[in-house]
C-alpha cells in the first residue's frame, strides 16, 4: 500500500459565497472575484469591507462575495464609495466596475474620485464590450473588433480609438497605484494578485486611491471559444493595452 | 439658545442640517443655492463632519447614496436643473430604501430658465422626478424659521421611512435674511439605522442594500412595500390653515409664494372680504383630507402657484367630488407683491 495521504492545496476562500455563479463558461469576472475575495481573506478585511456594485454582467457580484454591500447606479460607483468611505472612514471601500461602466457614463465618477485621491481601490474589469446588454461597443473595444454597434469593426475615425484607463488614471494626482493586469494566464493571474494586493494597501495604508485594470474574455459576446477568447487576450489586447504599474507611490518613496 | 440670528433662508436650511446631527455634505455650485455648500464647507468640517464638492450633481447625489447606505445622516442641495441631474439617484435611493435630505432652492425653467424664483418643480418633486413609482416626502418651508425647523425634521423622516426627504424652497426664501431661533433637537445615538446600515460585517451576516429586483414578483413585492410607506406618510400631512373658519375662498398656496398670499389674505380681511388661507407645508403626502373637510363645508378655492399650473392639480383630486378651484399663475421668475393677488382673490370670491 502506498501512502495515500491527501494535502488539501486549494480552498474556496471565506469571503467568497459557496454558490455557483450566473458566469458564461470561459467569462473572466469569476476569475476576478476570486482574487478579490482571497485578497480580503488574506489581509483580514471582509469584517470591515464595503462593497459598490455596479451595473454589467457583474451586477451580481454582492450574491458572490461574503461582505456588505451596495449596488450602484451605471457608472456612479466611485461617487457612491466616495460617499460611503466619507462617512465610514473605517470601512474597507471598494468599488468593482466593467469597462462600459467604469470608461464611458462613469467617465467623469472615476476620474474625479481618483483625482480627489479617495481612499478606495477600484477593481476595473475590461472585456472590450458590453456584455450584459448584448455586446455592443464598449470605449475599451479595439480598433477593428465587431460588436452589435460596430458590425463592421471599430473605426478610429468614427468611432475614436479604445481608451487607455490605466495609463489615464495613472498622471491623475490622488492615485497611489494604478496597474493593469490580466487573467489569461496563470502568471498573469499571479501578477494581477500582486496588483490587487497594492491597491488594497493603498487604502488600508492611507496612501491614496487605489486602480487595478484586469483584461478579461467574453467569449459569449467575442463569439469565440472560451479557449480561442483566452488567446485573443495575449494576440490583439496585450499588445494595445501594455501591463504592468504605471503608478506606485510607494516604490517613488512616497505618499502622493 | 434661544438668541435670535439674522440670516438667509439659505443658512437657515445649513444650521438646521447642523442642528438635526448632519455629518456629510455633498454640494455642487448653482444659484441660487450657493449659499448652503459655501456655508457647510467650514460649518459641516468644523462639527466633525465631511464636506464635498463632487464634480457633478450627478456625483453629489451619489456620494449622498453612499454615505445614506451607511446609516450617517447626509444632505445635499442644489437647484432645479442640479435636482433633474440627481434624480437618478434619487430614484436608486428611494428603490433601495436609502435615508437622506435633498434641498431643492427652486428656480425658474423649463431648461435653463433663470435664476430668479418660482415653482415650476412641483410635479418633479411630488411626482418622483425620476424612473419608477416612488414617492418623496416633500416639505415646503415659507420662512427662514421654517427652513431651519423642518430641515431638522426633514432627517428624523428620512430614517423614519429609510426614504429620500425633500425640502422645496425658492429664490425668494433663500436669499431672504431674517431672523430666525436656532434650537438644538435631541439627536438619535449610534443606533440609528443600525439594524440595517452597512458598515462592514464585523462578524454578522452580510447586508446588501439594492434596488434590483429580477425573481419572479419580486419588483412587485418591493413595490407593494413601497406603496405601503407611502401610505403611512400619510400621518405626516401638515399644513396651515389662516382664516378658513368662516371664509367663502380658500386661497391655497405653498412657500415663499403661500407667505405672500397670506398678506393679501390679512390685508383683504381688514377690507372686510371672507377671504383665508390654506398652505400645504408636506407637499407630499399632499393635505387632501382637510381641504375636502372645507370644500364640503361649501367653500370656493382659488389656487396661486409660482407656476403654470401644478399644485392646482392636486387641489382639485382632493375637492374633486365637491368642488373645483380657480387657478391664477405668477409666471416664474418674477417676484410677485401681495397687491398683484387681490384682483384675482376678488374675482374668484365673486365667483366670476
Ligand atoms: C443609466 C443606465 N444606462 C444603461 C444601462 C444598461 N446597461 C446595463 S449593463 C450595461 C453595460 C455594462 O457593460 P460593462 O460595464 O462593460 O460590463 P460587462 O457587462 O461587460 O461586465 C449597460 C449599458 C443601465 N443599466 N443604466
Ligand atoms: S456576457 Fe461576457 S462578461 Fe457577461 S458573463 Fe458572459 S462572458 Fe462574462
Redesign the pocket.
Known sequence: MTDMNEKLVFERPESVVDRATHYCPGCH?GVAHRLVGELLDEMNLREKALLIG??????FLYNYLDVDAVEA???RAPAVATGAKRARNDCFVFTY??????A??GMAEIMHAANRGERIAVVF?N?T?????GG?M?PTTLVGQKTTTCPGGRCRDKEGMPIKMTEIISQLGGVAFAARGSLDSVKNIRTAKKYLRKAFECQTNNLGFGFVELLSA?PT?WKMTPVKANERIGEEMIPYFPLGVYKDVTEEGGAC | MADKIFIKGNEAVARGALAAGCKCFFGYPITPQNDIPEFMSKAIVDAGGEFVQAESEVAAANMLLGAGATGVRSMTSSSSPGISLKQ?AISYMAGSGIPAVVVNMNRGGPGLGDIGPAQGDYYQSTRGGGHGDYRLLVYAPATGQEAYDLTIKAFDMAFKYRNPVMILGDAILGQMKEPIVPWQPELPGDEEGAEWRLQGTGGREKRLIKSLFLEEGALAGQNQYLQAKYEKMQGEIEYEAFETDDADLIVCAYGSIGRIAKSAVRKLRKAGHKVGLFRPITLYPFPAAPLLEMAKAGKRFLTVEHNLGQMVDDVRLSIRTVADSDFFAIYPGNLPTPDEFEEPILKSLEGK
Do not use: F, K, R, W
Open positions: 469576472h455596479s451595473i454589467g454582467c457583474s451586477v447606479p451605471h457608472g466596475q466593467g469597462d462600459g461602466d467604469l464611458s457614463i474589469v472585456n464590450v458590453y456584455g450584459m446588454t455592443q464598449a467574453c459576446n | 437618478e
